[in-house]
């Protein structure tokens, strides 16, 4: 990939207060921003997206890490990083001529008066502005004043434009308007911009990407989004577009759940020194072991007072535990692994270890009825129906780093299918999928139970295949614990531990399955009839005969981390150009997987406690997976992105930075 | 309500409601009662003053000849005036252009903001004419020292409004500035002075009322020629009736004076509604 243009590396923000008290307003932001790239800062105010934005500019030093553009420290500003203010911050005595003419001239002085006068001229045309050079900025409205600064920017051809919350100020009208027009100008010049707003469909219409951030203190970026509408974009059909929804949804979503987070912050910081431990979980059937260990009184046995948070999309629930808000979370098995390496651009974070496997299988595809009815009755099928019918499938995951996406896209590339150009995978929380299909949005989706099962008593879809036919026993949903509060209380950490995997065996007796399934049934877990839960969990799912190994919690070693299927994960991960493939991976693995813990635990229970030494396995489609060679495996796939081969520092960077 | 409004018109006719019209014309009446008033109480003996009909008998020749040259200290009020406003001009001249620097130089910089502060939060106050024997100490002349006085008193509003100023120039324009990376003459010529001259013209309106209170105070203890001392004069010949015209006089300049800087303030300011 191309050197980005701007990076900002491993920023940190602390701003002292009059009082002489320190503010952490930002932590740890990693940003890449490419030539040509829009990118949106999007948050509550108050959460330092704007001061992320002043110290790109120059306005402000970071107190720690620094902002790069083009190999070039920021120390101050510069008209190579034009800033477009809210307030338009136009000189109120100067005609909007002069105002353009103010900038070019400083910029450029030894431009003769005639092509300076030419770059004046060009750039209020682009704005529509010419025939009103001549007035002052109080004779115009807001919005055009805007597009005068607008104007003033682009007639310096800055490396990047930075805008801090442009249209805020604006009607909805113009603001309409505005956006149209900066979408216009910039993508004819290749204007590379970052924009502060807190307009989430500002954001998806005009961003390439979405940056996140969570709520200060210690605002750090939360979630990055791709959006993946082509360019040309006009607004009609970006709001058209099949994604938009599901990518509205999450970011709306992802800002809930930062409203919520301080009310829980405060909660849990009350808990310091108790044995009180937040755990957050999704509601799926998959989640059980979290429910019987709280509502049976397991955790209680063990002196844990466990405050059971539901979360609204896995990366809530990793921004949770990241952020310390949650001491652990039950999570999707690729997902550790994923932000250890660095997933998605993001900079390695090895902050959350996993001693415990919460359970394996329990994922199902399901295609909409419409789909169902005209042949695809299995994945394969897809590659049939596109080449007849020509049609871009939309398909939904839960995370990127989810088995859910390994799985869909395994299984697609294996039916010659490219899953990043033959179909589209968008990501919805699971909860929210059938809501996707039902509204059209997705054509089909990759979800664990009981979803698969409402979509299809909804009569909405179909399940066409569950994760057994893939992988029979792959490690789905795992326990994640933060580091940090791991290495302050390894004693909770190991009574979270047994507790679990004592509920696990609970969950996996067959008899004891219709009770659990009522008890998941509750409001306060997944709030759906019991009958819906069963399928596949306490009696056979209509299509299997598998029952009851579609969830597997305990038996047969279920629990116990396998490092072998971590490299697995993380060779997946790499096929699809999420992570890099680290070099020293088993490192990473036994770095992420705390497997003396699961010993320990296990040792404390009576159970077995040596993990099985197994390094080779096939997945059904019986390719042998080497473990101790990962990259031959790779390279055997035809459909794949380009491998990223590297060594990943795992070092947590307080502790001592890694020079590369 | 609207039958309300209709009544209404019907009482005042349109032409009175035209807002020159009612300024003037109630100006009119207000000073009239004034001096019928005055006029009454000097009738009835309770106001030891020549009535108004007595002040202009007496001072008829000042009146009809403001510029009536006699022997040595002996000239027209018009002339006495002109005495006046021309230490007032070269004093508040020296006040305007030292006042606006100085004003610029602090306020640009918090370091001597801090350290001028306690300057001129303490002088400030100190009234005009406990400038004067100081001035007549350190000049040893009359002349100079009563426009040393002139200078002293309109040149810390001056100071202190630019100060206020420099101080209030938005944010958003400083940024502008840095980002364009403005020269330090761009700045001053572009951003910093017209931000400022709102500000600045606040202080030279007020400056330039102090003066004018000032120079009168002044020239009754200088003596010589002048406004001031034209009063004096009159007093210690008891003519209460050329005193009441000078203070007239005096009034009217000072409104002129004031109305000249708002003007020119407006003026240069014009097109930047700050």
């Known amino acids: 990939m191309a050197k980005p243009l701007i990076e900002i590396d491993h920023v940190d923000m602390v701003f002292t207060l009059p009082d002489g008290q320190r503010y952490p307003a930002l932590k740890d932001i990693h940003l890449e921003i490419h030539e040509g790239e829009f990118v949106a800062l999007l948050g509550h105010s108050g959460c330092g997206k704007s001061t992320l934005l002043n110290m790109v500019a120059g306005f402000l030093r970071p107190t720690a890490g620094g902002v790069v553009l083009r190999g070039r420290q920021v120390t101050e500003p510069g008209p190579d990083r034009m800033v477009v203010f809210q307030n338009y911050s136009l000189l109120p005595w100067k005609t909007v001529y002069d105002n353009v003419a103010l900038a070019v001239r400083a910029v450029f002085p030894r431009l003769s008066k005639a092509a300076q006068h030419q770059r004046i001229q060009t750039a209020l045309e682009q704005v529509h502005l010419w025939g009103a050079q001549h007035k002052y900025p109080a004779q115009l409205s807001g919005g055009m004043q805007q597009r005068v600064a607008i104007a003033r920017a682009l007639a310096i051809t800055p490396q990047v434009l930075l805008l801090d919350e442009p249209f805020g100020a604006l009607d909805a009208l113009t603001r309409g308007s505005l956006q149209e027009e900066l979408m216009a100008v910039c993508q004819t010049v290749g204007m590379t911009c970052l924009m502060v707003t807190h307009d989430v469909d500002e954001a998806l219409l005009l961003a390439d990407r979405v940056v996140l951030l969570t709520n200060g203190p210690n605002a750090r970026i939360g979630q990055i989004l791709k959006v993946p509408f082509p360019r040309p974009r006009s607004r009609h059909e970006v709001v058209h577009h099949p994604s938009y929804y599901t990518l509205r949804q999450q970011v709306v979503d992802f800002l809930q759940q930062q409203r919520r987070r301080r009310a829980v912050a405060v909660r849990s910081a009350a808990g310091t020194g108790t044995r009180k431990v937040a755990v957050g979980f999704l509601p799926l059937t998959d989640c059980a072991p979290l429910v019987v260990a709280q509502a049976e009184g397991i955790f209680a046995e063990y002196g844990l007072e466990v405050d059971l948070c539901q979360e609204n999309s896995w990366a809530d629930l990793a921004e949770g535990v990241l952020s310390g808000r949650l001491q652990a979370a039950q999570m999707l098995a690729p997902l550790p692994l994923a932000l250890a390496v660095g997933c998605q651009d993001q900079p390695p974070q090895p902050a959350l270890k996993v001693p415990l496997v919460l359970s394996r299988n329990g994922n199902g595809i399901t295609v909409s009825r419409a789909l169902y009815e005209q042949g695809v009755t299995d994945v394969a099928a897809c590659k049939d129906y596109i080449a007849r019918t020509g049609e871009r499938l939309v398909l939904g995951v839960v995370h990127p780093a989810s088995m859910h996406n390994l799985w869909l896209r395994y299984a697609l590339a294996s039916a010659g299918m490219d899953p990043d150009q033959d179909v589209e995978l968008v990501v919805a929380p699971p909860a929210q999928m059938v809501y996707h299909l039902e509204a059209g949005h997705l054509h089909g989706f990759c979800v664990g139970q009981p979803w698969n099962t409402y979509a299809e008593r909804r009569g909405l879809g179909k399940c066409i295949s569950t994760s057994l036919d893939w992988w029979a026993g792959h490690p789905e949903k795992v326990l994640a614990v933060h580091r940090g509060w791991a290495n302050d209380h390894p004693d909770l950490e190991v009574a979270l531990v047994q507790a679990l995997m004592r509920a696990g065996e609970r969950c996996d007796i067959p008899k004891q399955r219709p009770a659990i399934a009522e008890l998941l049934s509750r409001p306060e877990y997944l709030h759906l009839e019991p009958d819906l839960i069963r399928p596949g969990f306490a009696e056979p799912l209509a299509t299997e005969s598998h029952y009851p190994r579609l969830h597997q919690f305990a038996v047969g070693q279920a629990s116990s981390p396998l490092p072998a299927e971590g490299v697995w994960i993380l060779t997946q991960l790499a096929r699809w150009g999420l992570t890099p493939l680290p070099q020293n991976w088993w490192e990473v693995v036994h770095t992420i997987y705390a497997l003396d813990v699961f010993i320990q635990a296990a040792q404390a229970l009576g159970r077995p406690d040596t993990i099985p030494e197994r390094r080779q396995f096939a997945l059904a489609d019986g390719v042998l997976f080497d473990a101790d060679n990962p990259l031959a495996y790779l390279e055997q796939f035809p459909i794949r992105r380009a491998i990223d081969y590297r060594t990943v520092c795992l070092v947590e960077r307080e502790e001592s930075p890694c020079v590369p | ?274």
């Open chain 2, 1 to 274: 309500m609207a039958s309300r409004m209709l009544v209404q018109q019907r009482r005042v006719p349109a032409w009175m409601q035209h807002p020159l019209v009612r300024k003037v014309g109630l100006g009119f009446v207000g000073v009239l009662l004034f001096l019928l008033v005055w006029q009454l109480l000097v009738l009835l003996g309770l106001l030891k003053l020549p009535a108004p009909t007595q002040v202009f008998a007496d001072t008829r020749e000042l009146i009809l000849h403001p510029f009536y040259r006699g022997t040595g200290n002996d000239a027209g009020i018009g002339w006495q005036i002109l005495f006046s406003l021309r230490r007032v001009a070269l004093g508040f001249s020296f006040a305007a252009i030292v006042g606006v620097a100085i004003g610029m130089v602090i306020g640009a910089s918090p370091l001597l903001y801090d350290a001028f502060d306690p300057i001129l939060q303490v002088l400030r106050p100190v009234p005009p004419l406990a400038w004067l024997p100081i001035s007549l100490a350190a000049f040893k002349d009359n002349e100079p020292a009563a426009v040393f006085v002139i200078f002293i008193t309109a040149v810390w509003p001056i100071i202190i409004n630019t100060v206020v100023g420099v101080q209030q120039i938005p944010r958003d324009y400083r940024n502008v500035a840095r980002v364009l990376r403005l020269s330090k003459w761009d700045y001053f010529w572009h951003v910093m002075v017209p931000a400022t001259v709102p500000y600045v013209f606040t202080g030279l309106r007020i400056g330039i009322g102090l003066s004018w209170l000032a120079i009168v105070a002044a020239e009754m203890l200088i003596g010589g020629v002048g406004i001031g001392f034209f009063i004096w004069d009159a007093w210690n010949s008891s003519l209460i009736s050329e005193i009441v015209i000078a203070l007239f006089y005096v009034g009217l300049v000072g409104l002129v004076l004031d109305r000249c800087v708002a003007y020119l303030g407006k003026f240069i300011t014009k097109g930047s509604e700050v």
